[in-house]
């Protein structure tokens, strides 16, 4: 299994980071996704690609509850870190109303950047959407071409929204522990999505699943969404692991990017 979004990089787990790789790779995760949020995660996301840079594969963006008045000064960096090195996507990069409406033009003006550089660059996009659906997928669809493609991350929309970005002919949808919450409506949406659209994340330290959730998240938790997902379209979970698995290297940049250049 690919977990296609974690952020085991934070202080969540620096007193037992080691064990729960361990049971990550237990579990059968092969590779993590490390989602960046802003200029204060850099360094910790990078130093622990580095640790082994087979396992973890680290995504550059600017998170949108990062988005302030100064924004621009901001994707500076992201620009520098897009020239220096190679990374598996810009990402986590996107919409989010939830907390805060104060900057939602400069959210726009800022994902709308970061979308043309994904064009520019070559490189899917891992989006975080929090009621801004519209506003989200429009700027995506202002963009969208032969070669844009990503990860819709933490889905949990209606079959009109899904059918929105099938439609968009590159993107997939991240499926977390919120496809096994009791008041999830994934388990109604979902079998109207085929397979073919579907990557496995955790969000880690976040949006644990069943039986652990109120707990902090971990990457070994993708086996309970992916034993999940198995009840939902009625296959096998290893059919389910490894048709996710191929979903997920089609749309990143992973197995392709040299250790050494990262």
């Known amino acids: 299994m690919i977990d296609t979004h974690s952020h085991i990089y934070l202080e969540e787990f620096d007193a037992d980071r080691a064990a729960v790789i361990e049971r990550a790779m237990a579990v059968g ?8 949020v802003d200029n204060t995660t850099l360094t910790r996301m ?8 087979v396992f973890f594969y680290a995504a550059i963006g600017l998170h949108p ?14 620009k520098q870190e897009l020239d220096c ?3 598996c ?3 986590e990069v996107g919409m989010d109303l939830y907390w805060d409406k104060t900057f939602v033009t400069e959210q726009v003006r800022a994902f709308e950047q970061q979308l043309r550089w994904a064009v520019d660059y070559d490189l899917p996009v891992i989006i975080h ?14 963009y969208n071409n032969a070669s844009l493609k990503g990860i819709f991350h933490s889905f949990g929309g209606t079959v009109e929204e899904a059918q929105r970005i099938m439609r968009l002919g590159g993107f997939k949808m991240g499926i977390n522990g919120v496809v096994t ?13 085929p397979l073919e659209y579907i990557v496995l994340e955790t969000d880690a330290p976040y949006l ?21 997902l198995a009840e939902i379209y009625n296959l096998s979970p290893e059919e389910i692991a490894k048709k996710t698995f191929q979903n997920s290297v089609e749309t990143l940049k992973i197995l392709t990017l040299p250790a050494q250049s990262r």
């Open 29 to 36: 995760v092969e590779h993590i996704v490390l989602p960046n």
């Open 46 to 53: 990078l130093h622990l690609e580095a640790t082994d840079p």
């Open 65 to 78: 509850t990062s988005v302030t008045a100064d924004f621009e000064k901001e994707l500076v960096w992201v």
């Open 85 to 87: 090195r190679p990374y």
């Open 89 to 91: 996507a810009i990402g």
């Open 129 to 142: 959407v929090r009621d801004a659906f519209e506003l989200a997928i429009a700027s995506v669809e202002k």
């Open 181 to 193: 919450f009791k008041n999830s409506t994934l388990g109604s949406v979902l079998p109207h999505v």
């Open 208 to 228: 644990t699943p069943v039986p652990y959730r109120g707990k902090r998240n971990e990457s070994a938790y993708l086996e309970y969404i992916k034993n999940k």
